[in-house]
Nanobody, 114 residues
Framework: QVQLVESGGGLVQPGGSLRLSCVAS????????MSWYRQSPGKERELVAQ???????KYADSVKGRFTISRDNAENTVYLQMNSLKPEDTAVYYC????????WGQGTQVTVSL
């Protein structure tokens, strides 16, 4: 079964950290471009970070220097380390895999609030 399962979301205070995980199954993970997107109420889904099969990365300007995307091909997992979190980072975060298929996870809620 082709799927992505995210975890690691939750409630955190401003300035805090969270690490999101996305475990893949049912496809050749190491060949896929892996991305994290987020969507806030009333806003369009936006790209947060990407990591290519070869390991190159790309970030949205709003998260550069605070978020780090990484992947473990042996574990079929992609991570998003989020530091110095701000209230505006509050959103549902989605994992995406793209190459021959375009696969989405179910999302995990991140809330940054006092």
């Amino acid at each position: 079964q082709v799927q992505l399962v995210e975890s690691g979301g939750g409630l955190v205070q401003p300035g805090g950290s969270l690490r999101l995980s996305c475990v893949a199954s049912g496809f050749t993970f190491e060949n896929y471009l892996m991305s994290w997107y987020r969507q806030s109420p009333g806003k369009e889904r936006e790209l947060v970070a990407q990591i290519a099969a070869a390991g190159s990365t790309k970030y949205a300007d709003s998260v550069k220097g605070r978020f780090t995307i990484s992947r473990d091909n042996a574990e079929n997992t992609v991570y998003l380390q989020m530091n110095s979190l701000k209230p505006e980072d509050t959103a549902v975060y989605y994992c995406n895999a793209l190459r021959f298929l375009n696969i989405w996870g179910q999302g995990t809620q991140v809330t940054v609030s006092l």
